[in-house]
């Protein structure tokens, strides 16, 4: 995909970092989680994929590096837990991409240990351009508390040029290519086109949560497993 598009198209923004410099927030990171379901299991544990940050250009790269990284590994399950803030749309689609291509499921959650030894599902947030990473689950989940929320892209451009580059930034939306090209990513993920349509609605300075009723019409995602 990324051949398809521009460097303006690459520089759109989707996230709740909408009012702060994308660069001021945490990148994505990628690790390994152990998923303790029956109680305590010790070395045996399935380990899953936990994906906590802002989605940069480069994160899809990290995420294929991380992926041969940990190839070998007969304990690790094609699931990926999002917590994300958002980040660069095609690096997004890019991302959600890899995750269909490897049969991922993904949810909307973090892990957290009982104290019994069992992990418990801890809400997450799953906002803006993290919507389109989390399209690309072969099996996509948002469990009841954690939050899906949609928003227009838009990218920043410098106006002018201080000297030191620092002049002032204006804020420059889609022409409509973009969300159309969207609007055909998320067909082929198997997601309406209607989000697409509703989140370039949606003030760039707001979020909008979607409900339990869009994530169905939408078919976004399901509330449980």
């Not at 490897?102 to 801890?122: D, E, K, N, Q, Y």
């Not at 929320?149 to 201080?162: E, L, V």
Request: glycine letters at 12%; charged letters at 15%; hydrophobic letters at 45%.
């Amino acid at each position: 995909m990324a051949s398809r598009v521009g460097s303006f198209f690459r520089g759109l923004i989707a996230g709740a970092a909408a009012w702060m410099a994308a660069s001021s927030a945490q990148a994505m990171t990628f690790r390994l989680e152990a998923m303790r379901l029956g109680g305590p299991c010790g070395a045996h544990c399935p380990q899953v994929i936990v994906a906590d940050g802002q989605i940069s250009n480069s994160t899809p790269d990290e995420f294929l590096r991380f992926l041969r990284e940990n190839a070998g590994r007969q304990d690790l399950r094609t699931v990926v837990f999002l917590n994300s803030d958002g980040g660069y749309v095609v690096a997004s689609m890019e991302l959600g991409q890899i995750f269909r291509r490897i049969g991922a499921a993904t949810v909307v959650a973090r892990l957290s240990p009982s104290f019994r030894g069992s992990s418990r599902f801890m809400t997450a947030k799953c906002l803006s351009a993290c919507v389109y990473a989390f399209m690309g689950g072969v099996k996509r989940v948002s469990p009841p508390g954690s939050v899906l929320g949609i928003h227009r892209m838009f990218a920043n451009q410098a106006r002018g040029g201080g000297i030191f580059g620092d002049g002032p930034v204006e804020r420059v939306y889609d022409n409509g290519s973009m969300a159309s090209l969207l609007a055909n990513y998320s067909s082929r993920m198997g997601v309406s086109r209607d989000l697409i349509r509703y989140a370039e609605h949606i003030s760039s300075q707001n979020i909008h949560v979607i409900t339990p009723a869009e994530l169905a019409r939408w078919r976004l995602a399901s509330r449980g497993f």
